[in-house]
């Protein structure tokens, strides 16, 4: 199978994840944002250029399942995307469990800024009278950005393992076994 | 030759957010839609599969978890079984005289709605409680302002967009939802608007006009947009705008928006 289909359904498997089963889980309708976790992970592993591409169509796919202006999340995805770009190759070079402990950082600053951004690109629609443009969900301080904070971090080590076993696979490869 | 690449992977992510500023604030409905409308389609059956078998886990494990409390719940409700025996045969006169008075206030009949029956199968997960996808769309005969309710005459939401299958519900509880709403006991009218996605406020109530904790709001029907006699919940608390020309009481809707599975939408 292409490896492209592949992505493709992946992410939209995390899209369906995200509005049809966490918040029927979760308290608040509050679930771990796994196409945060998607981006995060294919820019470690492959820098910020590298994955351009995949993240358009994550952050696409996002705003069109969360009813959100198409270009909202895209926006956030690109700019965590380069955070966690610039930040793994300074920090996340070194072995051992500094590793891990940069690693839990990351995911807590990408959260932060993805639910910072939101709220940012929200306040500035409301100041210029666009609530047509969406309304700030919880606010950026507030539980529920610590609650998913705490599902992302849970949830990271399930998507890494999950998208590990996809790309050892002979699916990935797309190469047979006799 | 780093700083070159540095400034080309800078140079790519302004031009994204150039761009991405531009579709954000045109916010080009028109072209999107069908994309969006596409995409729903595709995933309907897997959405819908999703959160029926999310939401029947999620019950069947409150069950074995409430099993303990049941000797407990057992003698509660044979306590307030026997006490609602008494209620229902003074009800059933009262219910003579609700009729006859809906008759002469011209309100709606709660039975008599034209319904459109259906799932919800996607709700906002962005930690607020603004809107949750149901089952059916243009192809149904859902139309744009319908009011979405349940039960009997409770109403959560108005069809917000619709798609060929499938329509987006915003609920009461969005910041952007607002809804002419009346006070029962008293008469008084106002507007009931969501804050946050996460409450539901009465605003716009004059200060002549009284509000107790514990009354009914209903929909008013001012508007003409969602028919009269929907019930949105019991008034709990009751305060002065900060402009002070105004009361603001904090409503507990009648039913929880998270827990929302079979709702209907009023044609």
Redesign the interface.
Known sequence: MSKKLIIFLII?LA???????????FS????PDLLLLLVIYWTIKEG??GT?GRN?LVGV?AD????R????Y??IF??VS?LV?SVSKRFLIVAGIWRVFTLTATIIVATLAERFL?EA?FSI?TYFN????G?????FL?L??L??IFLNLLFFPLVYFFLKKIERSQLWSGQRQY | MSGKYATSKLAKLVLALVVCAVLVFSNPRGFFDPLRGFLLTLTLPFQRLAYQSTRWTGETFSFLSSIGDIKKDNEDLSRENNSLAAEVARLKEVEAENADLRRQLDLAPRDKFSLIGGFVVGQDSQGSESWFLFDHGAHSGIVLGMAVIVDNGIIVGRVSEVYPTSAKVQLLTDSNSSVNVTDVETGAKGIARGVYGLGLVMDMVTQSDQLNPGDTVVTSGLGGTVPNGLLVGRIKDIKVSPDRLFQVATIIPRTKYSALDVVFAVK
């Open positions: 939209v899209c369906i994840f995200q509005v049809s089963v966490f918040p029927g889980v608040w309708n509050n679930g910020f250029e351009l358009i796919l069109l399942v969360n009813f202006p198409v270009g909202t895209l926006a690109l700019l380069f770009s939101l690109i629609a666009r609530s047509d443009i309304t700030v969900p919880a606010p507030s529920v950005s609650e998913q």
